[in-house]
C-alpha cells in the first residue's frame, strides 16, 4: 500500500468557487468519452517523445481521468486529489516542468517518485477557459532521468492545451444551450399538445427533419392533426413548427457542424506542424 504521508497537498487556488463551477460546466466528468479527446493525448505523446500522456480535470475531491496512453488498462479513472501531482498545476496558467522529481520539493516524496514506477520527468499543461480558470492538465511523463522538452516542444503542447481547453468550455456551453432548448421545446408541447408523449415528440421532429416515420407513428400524428391523410405537415403542425423556431435549415446545419469538427482538427494538425 503506497504511503502519502510524506507528500504535501498543493495549497486551494484562490478562484476555487469558480474553477470548480467552470469544470462542472464542461459536463465531462464520469463521461465515458475517451474518442473525443483522445487525439490530444497521443499528440502530446508523439511531441514530447514521452512514454506516458494524459488528460484529466479536477474536481474538489478528485482528478478524473478524460483519457490516457501508455498507462495500465486496469488503472482507475480517477484518483484523489490530494494524491495528484496536477493539483499543483491549477495555482499557475504556465506548465509545470519537472526534470527530476526526486529533487523537486513538492513531489520527491511521491510515492510513485520514491517507489514504482520511480517518475522523473512531469511536464503539467493547465487546460484554461477563456476566464482564466484551469479544469484541469494535459500531462506526460518518464521514467528515464535526462527526459526534456525543448521550447519549441512546450509551445506545442501548450497549443495542444488551449485547443483541448477551448473544446471543454464550448461543449461546456453548448451542453447548457441544448437543455435549455429541450426545456423551451417540451413547454411549446405541453402547450398546444398535452397528451402527446416523448416518443411521439420525437417522430414530430423526425417530420421537421425530413426522414421517414412509420405507419404507426403517422396515424399518431394525424390524430394530433399534424399530419393529414397524405402525411403532409398540417397548417396546424407549420404552426407548431414556427412556434419551436424550427425548420430544416438547423437539421442541415447540424449536419454541417459534424464535418466542421474534422476541418478543425485538421487544421489543428496544421497548425501544430510536423511533429
Given at each position: 500500500?503506497?504511503?502519502?504521508?510524506?507528500?504535501?497537498?498543493?495549497?486551494?487556488?484562490?478562484?476555487?468557487?469558480?474553477?470548480?463551477?467552470?469544470?462542472?460546466?464542461?459536463?465531462?466528468?464520469?463521461?465515458?468519452?475517451?474518442?473525443?479527446?483522445?487525439?490530444?493525448?497521443?499528440?502530446?505523446?508523439?511531441?514530447?517523445?514521452?512514454?506516458?500522456?494524459?488528460?484529466?480535470?479536477?474536481?474538489?475531491?478528485?482528478?478524473?481521468?478524460?483519457?490516457?496512453?501508455?498507462?495500465?488498462?486496469?488503472?482507475?479513472?480517477?484518483?484523489?486529489?490530494?494524491?495528484?501531482?496536477?493539483?499543483?498545476?491549477?495555482?499557475?496558467?504556465d506548465p509545470i516542468i519537472v526534470e527530476d522529481c526526486s529533487e523537486d520539493e513538492r513531489f520527491k516524496n511521491h510515492p510513485v517518485v520514491t517507489g514504482d514506477p520511480f517518475v522523473k520527468f512531469y511536464g503539467g499543461f493547465p487546460l484554461v477557459?477563456?476566464?482564466?480558470?484551469?479544469?484541469?492538465?494535459?500531462?506526460?511523463?518518464?521514467?528515464?532521468?535526462?527526459?526534456?522538452?525543448?521550447?519549441?516542444?512546450?509551445?506545442?503542447?501548450?497549443?495542444?492545451?488551449?485547443?483541448?481547453?477551448?473544446?471543454?468550455?464550448?461543449?461546456?456551453?453548448?451542453?447548457?444551450?441544448?437543455?435549455?432548448?429541450?426545456?423551451?421545446?417540451?413547454?411549446?408541447?405541453?402547450?398546444?399538445?398535452?397528451?402527446?408523449?416523448?416518443?411521439?415528440?420525437?417522430?414530430?421532429?423526425?417530420?421537421?427533419?425530413?426522414?421517414?416515420?412509420?405507419?404507426?407513428?403517422?396515424?399518431?400524428?394525424?390524430?394530433?392533426?399534424?399530419?393529414?391523410?397524405?402525411?403532409?405537415?398540417?397548417?396546424?403542425?407549420?404552426?407548431?413548427?414556427?412556434?419551436?423556431?424550427?425548420?430544416?435549415?438547423?437539421?442541415?446545419?447540424?449536419?454541417?457542424?459534424?464535418?466542421?469538427?474534422?476541418?478543425?482538427?485538421?487544421?489543428?494538425?496544421?497548425?501544430?506542424?510536423?511533429?
Amino acid at each position: 500500500m503506497q504511503d502519502y504521508n510524506d507528500f504535501s497537498p498543493a495549497p486551494i487556488p484562490s478562484n476555487e468557487i469558480r474553477r470548480l463551477e467552470a469544470v462542472r460546466k464542461t459536463g465531462v466528468m464520469d463521461v465515458a468519452n475517451e474518442e473525443l479527446f483522445l487525439i490530444y493525448t497521443e499528440l502530446a505523446k508523439e511531441i514530447s517523445n514521452m512514454p506516458v500522456s494524459y488528460t484529466g480535470l479536477i474536481d474538489e475531491e478528485r482528478q478524473y481521468m478524460l483519457c490516457n496512453v501508455g498507462l495500465s488498462k486496469d488503472r482507475p479513472d480517477s484518483a484523489p486529489r490530494e494524491r495528484t501531482f496536477c493539483q499543483f498545476a491549477l495555482n499557475s496558467t504556465d506548465p509545470i516542468i519537472v526534470e527530476d522529481c526526486s529533487e523537486d520539493e513538492r513531489f520527491k516524496n511521491h510515492p510513485v517518485v520514491t517507489g514504482d514506477p520511480f517518475v522523473k520527468f512531469y511536464g503539467g499543461f493547465p487546460l484554461v477557459t477563456q476566464g482564466g480558470l484551469i479544469l484541469g492538465t494535459l500531462c506526460v511523463v518518464d521514467t528515464e532521468l535526462g527526459s526534456k522538452l525543448n521550447e519549441n516542444q512546450i509551445t506545442l503542447i501548450q497549443k495542444l492545451a488551449a485547443r483541448l481547453a477551448h473544446q471543454l468550455e464550448t461543449q461546456g456551453d453548448q451542453r447548457v444551450v441544448t437543455a435549455s432548448r429541450a426545456i423551451d421545446m417540451l413547454k411549446v408541447v405541453v402547450k398546444h399538445n398535452p397528451d402527446m408523449t416523448i416518443k411521439d415528440t420525437i417522430n414530430f421532429l423526425t417530420v421537421i427533419e425530413g426522414r421517414p416515420i412509420d405507419q404507426t407513428a403517422k396515424q399518431i400524428l394525424m390524430k394530433y392533426e399534424l399530419l393529414d391523410e397524405y402525411g403532409v405537415m398540417t397548417k396546424k403542425a407549420r404552426g407548431f413548427q414556427s412556434e419551436l423556431d424550427l425548420d430544416q435549415g438547423i437539421f442541415k446545419r447540424i449536419s454541417i457542424s459534424r464535418d466542421k469538427a474534422q476541418s478543425d482538427l485538421d487544421n489543428m494538425l496544421s497548425e501544430l506542424g510536423d511533429i
